[in-house]
């Protein structure tokens, strides 16, 4: 028996006796005698729940120590796990597949999930982190949309829901509640390829221990990726390609002159996004319009748009932030130029990780290996007919 329940059950015991000798005498004064041995029982019962509180509170430090050591080992164990795998990343880039030791192939195909190397090796956690921060910066919706990590790469349907026309209703007593099925739907994701080009790497930059293989692949693979990917993500179709924003997105009833934008035109797009997605909306626009906006002028020649002229304060339009994405049109005839909307429904798809495969013998009378980097990546507007996003329109003429 443990020591706490031992504890308890000599507590429980003393309280049988207090309540036996109460009730014996309800409803008259107790004698001399039975006084005395009320004020023993009650003392005895405080020093036993006494006694309860200690175990129990030595109880609650021992499970936390145990907790606070596990947690520990288990967060070496995972240290180590990533040091071993980012070792065996490296001994593969520098030797290939059949050079590297037994130890870091049962590390990478353990990781991988793969027998042989033949489908490439998923690079290690800090440097898959590296590529995708490049690429926020790089193309602008790795930073807008909603990443997910998936661990195969099976059709994925992800459902959505509108219910935003439903309200609450006084119901009298005793009266039956409204009965109203929201409107359900659905998305499908997929998983394409991208692959970047081959790199070509020396052997002798491999083989120089001062060179920091994770900066050259993380700034190759980015700007490549970025190039491809961030596209798609923006202007894709959705078929054979994943849905881009611009493609997704609702247009603004409003649209803006052919080759000129204004910023009533922003407020009109801000306007007709519902308030649920607006109070978290943001615009994304692409470098030339910004400056365009930025030269927007009063009536007596001051800048109208100066929040992010003043040092400190966060560059905003209408105290919504923006996103820079390159791929987003020019002002222009028919183009669709800004974006406004809650950009984390765009739910952006990877499987696994990045990948990076290594070809010995491509580059070989040139003394270099060639790398190139896949990964597995869709993308589409989660719009169950609110409109989460929308799109300023230009007029064609």
């Not at 009650?42 to 947690?71: G, K, L, N, P, S």
């Not at 994701?189 to 002798?204: M, N």
């Not at 649920?276 to 927007?296: C, H, I, P, S």
């Not at 020649?301 to 339009?317: D, F, V």
Request: proline share 2%.
């Amino acid at each position: 028996m443990g020591k706490l329940k031992q504890l308890k059950e000599q507590r429980a015991t003393i309280f049988s006796q207090i309540d036996e000798l109460r009730k014996a005498t309800d409803g008259r004064e107790m004698n001399a005698e039975e006084r005395q041995r009320w004020d023993a029982l009650i003392a005895d019962y405080d020093r036993a729940d006494q006694a309860v509180e200690t175990e129990e509170r030595f109880v609650d430090i021992e499970r936390r120590q145990v907790e606070a050591h596990h947690h520990r080992v288990q967060g070496t164990t995972n240290d180590q796990k990533e040091a071993e795998y980012r070792a065996a990343f490296t001994d593969y880039l520098l030797h290939g597949v059949t050079g590297i030791s037994a130890e870091s192939r049962t590390a990478i195909e353990a990781r991988a999930g793969i027998s042989g190397l033949s489908g490439g090796v998923i690079i290690p956690r800090s440097l898959a982190s590296s590529i995708e921060v490049a690429l926020k910066s790089y193309g602008g919706m790795f930073e807008a949309g909603q990443i997910f990590t998936t661990s195969k790469g099976d059709d994925l349907t992800m459902p959505t829901i509108d219910d935003t026309s439903a309200k609450a209703t006084i119901v009298a007593e005793y009266q039956q509640s409204t009965k109203r099925a929201p409107s359900f739907g659905s998305v499908l994701l997929k998983a394409h390829t991208y692959r970047t080009p081959i790199i070509p790497v020396s052997l002798e930059l491999l083989q120089d221990s001062a060179f920091d293989l994770d900066s050259l692949l993380s700034g190759l693979l980015a700007e490549s990726f970025g190039r491809g990917i961030n596209e798609h993500l923006t202007t894709g179709s959705g078929s054979s390609q994943p849905k881009g924003i611009v493609t997704a997105a609702t247009e603004c009833t409003t649209k803006a002159a052919a080759t000129s934008i204004t910023l009533d035109n922003l407020i009109d797009l801000i306007r007709s996004v519902d308030a649920a997605y607006a109070q978290k909306g943001k615009f994304m626009l692409n470098r030339n319009t910004l400056w365009e906006l930025a030269k927007v002028k009063d009536n007596n020649g001051n800048y109208i748009w100066q929040e992010g002229a003043r040092e400190g304060t966060p560059a905003m339009l209408f105290g919504k932030s923006y996103i820079l994405n390159d791929d987003v049109a020019d002002i222009g005839a028919g183009a669709a130029s800004v974006l406004f909307g809650d950009f984390s429904k765009y739910k952006i798809r990877m499987v696994q990780n990045f990948k990076v495969v290594r070809l010995n013998e491509l580059l070989a009378e040139y003394l270099s290996i060639g790398l190139f980097g896949f990964a597995r990546v869709d993308g589409t507007l989660l719009d169950a007919g609110t409109h989460p996003v929308k799109k300023l329109i230009h007029a064609t003429a």
